[in-house]
Nanobody, 115 residues
Framework: QVQLVETGGGLVQPGGSLRLSCAASESIFPTKYMAWYRQAPGKERELVADITGGGITNYADSVKGRFTIASDNAKSTVYLQMNGLKREDTAVYYC?????????WGQGTQGTVSS
């Protein structure tokens, strides 16, 4: 069974940066869609950013201009570069990778923004 492994979370001060990575244990071909979601304490999971297999990206309004999503379709790997982090970005971040008939979630990685 294919698994996703997320890395890159941690503690950072406001204004700092984190880079998240999500790698599949084996390639999902074709990779149609990859995304990052997040869930803050007491809140519902929300879409942060996504990217299609063709490279079209979409961002939540709250992260536009600060976060960048990128992917390596051949490796079914997706990245999230987070700059200018704010306290309200604190959450568990989850990646989601979809093939034709597959939707797989990572286990989540904690990102904490605090001074």
């Amino acid at each position: 069974q294919v698994q996703l492994v997320e890395t890159g979370g941690g503690l950072v001060q406001p204004g700092g940066s984190l880079r998240l990575s999500c790698a599949a244990s084996e390639s999902i071909f074709p990779t149609k869609y990859m995304a990052w979601y997040r869930q803050a304490p007491g809140k519902e999971r929300e879409l942060v950013a996504d990217i299609t297999g063709g490279g079209i990206t979409n961002y939540a309004d709250s992260v536009k201009g600060r976060f960048t999503i990128a992917s390596d379709n051949a490796k079914s790997t997706v990245y999230l570069q987070m700059n200018g982090l704010k306290r309200e970005d604190t959450a568990v971040y989850y990646c989601n990778v979809r093939g034709i008939a597959t939707s797989i979630w990572g286990q989540g990685t904690q990102g904490t923004v605090s001074s």
